[in-house]
């Protein structure tokens, strides 16, 4: 997957690497998060409070984790690739 | 710069890759890959998935016919098949759908191998499943069960292997059990071997406790008078589980002159719980509102999740049984069927005996056995270790078994653990759970158990022609007075076991006059039994279990859940009013007095919202603390262990001015009365500060800990409050307690109820997990759904269906 973001960035022309960073990040930490949520709701939050509890945090943070992990994964490729380009920029 | 910024961002880049594809070492435990374990298409989000169970169009070719399942609403699986073979398929792959970690868990704990998968702090444990050769006699065990299977018990263990293995054929990455993807393992495939483990495992349990070493080092630094008065074999307030014994009586004293009196420097090794156990009885018609018997049991053992049990129904053409299951071994071990109920507690003999090792070289690979000079077999032993190197050891094994304890520099204390479970078996020893299964009354349950073995259980009976019975079980070594207490200083033809009780000259009671039966870990039997045995038994339960029964009448199923949840305790009744007496009362201040008073007017009920039970508690540890002082210096220096609660209280009130109850490091010489005194004092001083609190009382102060396998708080619940004393029916004490609760009222067609600590699912995700805990600790029940036939719908028609089918 990293590679992959690493080529997202590279290709999708933003003009600073932070909004490379930025949108990769939301869309990755929604994705992941929202695909946690739709399983955790259904399931009343049992899974998510027990995972939660064994990192001491709550059941929505584990949630909010998840897309975390996800975000700050493809949005540092992202960022990576995007760089890269800038050093051939002028 | 912007190459600067380029180098920046990927090394954070490719450190957070790394990162997330690998597993964390946190301290001492080990995280999973993040990235996979977080990842909501594949990790562990996807067990909260709440698909309903299908098997789709899934063919079984190992089946003869299809088999119909049908899942009711709290996970129980209600198996119907046209065979025994098809049944055990389905038993194993339905266990292991719910269970499959539990199941794997539990044979590697059996044969030491947790370390592979939590690290070095589960060496230790590793360690000594390995000295004590629990896998290497479970293959032997194996073999010989291959050799001794007649009929369906040949196919017994594959087919429900076949059963585990065809449902973890259907796992994969995403699927795979919570606890996988937790600690980061991937399922191996079961075997027969496994399921001999698992037996082993629950052997070790109930009949892997002795306190040979202990004893020894009592003997040495006592004497044997002085031990024979503090460590009596026996208690003669006890209610034993059979009183009828026509033999004539044995001298009591054991601790002859021939025994072993050094001392032993070793650390021994981890024993099980004292506290697994259990209780059962049944009642005849004569004392039910029905007119029929009821059966009861409720075994004690390790509270965790999942729990220790797996509740079954399985419908073939030859039988129709319900109950709770091992998971991990086929057939039902607590149940009943159409005619018959039966249940078990543990027997709790001494069966393990130690013998010196005479080496016969300096080098330790020749031992003198018997006259003769014999080769050790010597087998080099390696443990994995997640994240370490691995630990290599020798194993040493001897005729009589391994050599467990041994210390380089100290050849004369390495000693040889003869275990009863290590013996090679004489009949494949499962086929006591199968016949009984099949039973339809007293004969065919006394044949069932006649080729019972290990781990020998009081096996609770009764049956809808109006019998009830109950029979001690198992292989018990015939032994001398005394033998097998302490360590044998040398292997000689006397020391050895001569054979084992003949099966019907083990006690048992059919119908006795007084129209109950019941056991709870105590006695056997009276001294006068012909043969010698010695055990760590029960000293209240069994009594207040018979003095309830006794005067019980027009019984039905209701009374018997009020027994088994009773939370009074003998304990309070033998010597409260003794202590409560003997306290000097003179310049007590008003929260001493009341203190006290609290104590007076108490119930000796052991109740949750109490708060006497509290006081009597600790008030009664204080007194044994200040008591055994003696016990206590010699544990400085070696293993040893106190003497009994209830001897010290049958010492307070027939022997106040023994020499123990003076403390040592004291110039005056105490009493029992100033014993008595000063722990008072204590445990005002403890308890001053709580003791008025509102919400502090028993629930608080001894609550139940329901904790998963590994221990985790987050996948357990902690601090359960609830009533009950280790020393109650209600036998709850910490992780330990009634692990199931079973009532069965026999009839033309049985009724029964039942519930258990936990759930039936192993997966932290479902809402089975847990399910029947608040009931449990409500003191409630269930009412078992005991199925004529899949359509049978007096029960609601909330199922789910699962259909095995035949290629």
Not at chain 2, 81 to 102: C, E, H, K, P, V
Not at chain 2, 475 to 490: L, V
Not at chain 2, 528 to 557: C, E, V
Not at chain 2, 682 to 687: D, S
Request: net charge negative.
């Amino acid at each position: 997957m990293a590679p992959l973001g690493a080529l997202v960035g590279f290709f999708i022309p933003y003009r600073k690497t932070i909004s490379s960073f930025a949108y990769s990040f939301l869309f990755s930490f929604m994705t992941w998060s929202g695909a946690a949520a739709m399983i955790a709701i259904p399931n009343d939050m049992i899974l998510a409070e027990r995972v939660g509890g064994i990192l001491n945090i709550s059941g929505t943070a584990l949630i909010l984790v998840t897309g975390l992990v996800a975000g700050l994964f493809m949005g540092l490729s992202a960022a990576s690739g995007h760089s890269f380009k800038q050093i051939f920029k002028k | 710069m912007k190459s600067i910024k380029f180098l920046i961002l990927s090394a954070l880049s490719l450190g957070f890759v790394y990162l997330l594809s690998n597993p964390l070492q946190v301290k001492d435990t080990q995280l999973p890959a993040l990235g996979n374990f977080f990842n909501p298409f594949e990790g562990f989000w996807s067990n909260a998935k709440t698909n309903p169970i299908s098997l789709d169009a899934t063919t079984f070719p190992v089946l003869q016919e299809d088999v119909q399942v049908k899942i009711d609403v709290r996970g129980v699986p209600h198996i119907f098949a046209q065979n025994m073979s098809d049944a055990i398929f389905a038993q194993g792959y339905l266990t292991a759908q719910d269970r499959l970690w539990q199941m794997e868990i539990t044979h590697r704990s059996a044969s030491g191998r947790l370390s592979e998968i939590f690290g070095k702090r589960a060496l230790k444990s590793d360690i000594q499943n390995r000295k004590i050769g629990n896998e290497h006699y479970a293959i032997k065990r194996n073999q010989k069960w291959n050799e001794f299977a007649k009929g369906d018990e040949k196919i017994f263990l594959s087919q429900y292997a076949k059963g585990v293995n065809a449902y973890i054929e259907t796992l994969d990455e995403r699927s795979l059990p919570f606890e996988y993807k937790l600690f980061n393992h991937k399922p191996e495939a079961f075997q027969p071997l496994h399921a001999t483990l698992i037996v082993t495992k629950m052997a070790q349990r109930l009949c892997g406790r002795e306190e040979d070493l202990e004893k020894t080092n009592l003997l040495a630094a006592l004497g044997a008078e002085a031990f024979d008065y503090l460590y009596p074999d026996y208690n003669k307030a006890q209610s034993p589980i059979v009183a009828d014994s026509n033999q004539v009586s044995y001298p009591k004293g054991s601790a002859s002159a021939e025994q072993t009196v050094s001392f032993y420097d070793h650390e021994p090794f981890e024993k099980p719980n004292p506290s697994n156990g259990s209780n059962n009885w049944a009642v005849s018609g004569d004392k039910t509102r029905s007119g029929k018997p009821i059966l009861a049991n409720d075994p004690h053992l390790g509270m965790t999740l999942p729990s220790v049990w797996y509740e079954i129904q399985i419908h073939t053409p030859e039988m129709n049984v319900y109950g709770v299951t091992l998971p991990g071994i086929p057939g039902v071990i607590i149940g009943f069927n159409e005619n018959i109920a039966w249940g078990v507690t543990n027997v709790s003999h001494d069966v393990t005996d130690f013998y010196k090792v005479n080496w016969a070289d300096k080098a330790k690979t020749k031992y003198n056995y018997l006259g003769e000079v014999k080769a050790i077999e010597e087998i080099q032993d390696t443990i994995k270790i997640l994240g370490e190197e691995p630990y290599i050891h020798d194993l040493k094994y001897t005729e009589l078994g391994p050599i467990v304890y041994s210390e380089a520099d100290h050849p004369e204390q390495d000693l040889i653990m003869r275990w009863l479970v290590n013996e090679d078996p004489t009949n494949f020893e499962l086929s006591t759970f199968i016949d009984l299964c099949k039973a339809k009354n007293y004969k065919e349950y006394r044949a069932a158990l006649s080729s019972y073995a290990i781990p020998a259980q009081n096996f609770v009976f009764a049956d809808n022609s109006g019998d009830i019975a109950i029979t001690v079980t198992g292989k018990f070594p015939i032994k001398e007075d005394g033998q097998g207490k302490f360590i044998y200083e040398e292997i000689t033809e006397n020391n050895l076991w001569k054979g084992y009780i003949p099966f019907d000259s083990l006690p048992h009671s059919y119908n006795p006059t007084s129209g109950f039966v019941g056991s709870a870990n105590q006695h056997s039997t009276t001294p006068n039994y012909p043969y010698y045995y010695n055990g760590r038994f029960d000293h209240y339960r069994g009594r207040i279990l018979h003095q309830k029964l006794s005067k019980m009448n027009d019984i039905r199923a209701e009374d018997m859940m009020a027994l088994q949840n009773d939370s009074e305790s003998l304990i309070a009744h033998d010597i409260l009013p003794a202590l409560t007496a003997m306290v000097d009362e003179g310049d007590f201040n008003a929260l001493k007095k009341g203190m006290l008073q609290m104590l007076r007017d108490w119930d000796m009920k052991f109740d949750k919202d109490s708060k006497a039970p509290i006081l009597f508690y600790s008030w009664w540890k204080n007194i044994y603390k200040l008591t055994w002082d003696e016990i206590d210096a010699i544990a400085e220096n070696r293993a040893v262990y106190k003497p009994g609660d209830w001897r010290t209280i049958e010492m307070i009130q027939e022997d106040s001015s023994s020499k123990y109850f003076d403390i040592q490091e004291t110039e005056a010489k105490e009493k029992a009365s100033d014993i008595i005194n000063l722990a008072f004092e204590k445990t005002y001083q403890e308890l001053e500060g709580r003791i008025n609190e509102e919400a502090y009382d028993w629930g608080t102060y001894w609550s139940a800990q329901v904790m998963h396998l590994s221990k985790v708080p987050a996948l357990s619940h902690p601090n359960v409050e609830v009533s009950g004393f280790k020393y109650a029916l209600n036998a709850i004490r910490g992780s330990h307690g009634p692990s199931w609760r079973m009532i069965v009222e026999l009839d033309e067609y049985p009724k029964a109820y039942g519930v258990y600590p936990g759930g039936q699912s192993g997966n932290p995700a479902s809402k089975l997990y847990d399910s029947n805990l608040d009931a449990w600790t409500k003191g409630d029940y269930y009412e078992l759904q005991f199925m004529k036939s899949p359509d049978d719908d007096r029960f609601g028609s909330d199922y789910n269906t699962l259909t095995f089918k035949k290629l």
